[in-house]
């Protein structure tokens, strides 16, 4: 939902602002969602040696640095949002009832 109300006041095509919020969005559910991040490291990436936590920063890493090399920019100020927009983007949130995910810190 972060994603499409991106587009609705930013006017971001929904694929890149899944590149904005994809990264900090997995290293906020990096404990929550360990071993779902661990596979996905292991399976998508083929990254075998490391603790858990070593695996799982380097997958969000290159998911990341991926996105980066289509240039597909990952940070909010790559498109001109700083933090005075974020509260607008807040209060679009709360309309909708997705407060829940308002405490995710999206990099700007």
Known sequence: MIGHELTALHDIDHA??????????LRHTKETKKAKLVHYAER?????????DEKVD???NQTQ??????????RLKDYGIGESDIDALISQL??????HWVNI???T
């Open 58 to 60: 380097t997958a969000i």
């Open 94 to 99: 709360k309309s909708m009832a997705w407060s």
């Open 16 to 25: 890149r602002t899944l590149a904005i919020v994809l990264p900090s969005l």
């Open 44 to 52: 998508v990436w083929g990254i075998k040696t490391g603790s858990d």
């Open 105 to 107: 810190k999206v990099s």
């Open 65 to 74: 640095d991926f996105f980066e090399s289509l240039d597909i920019r990952t």
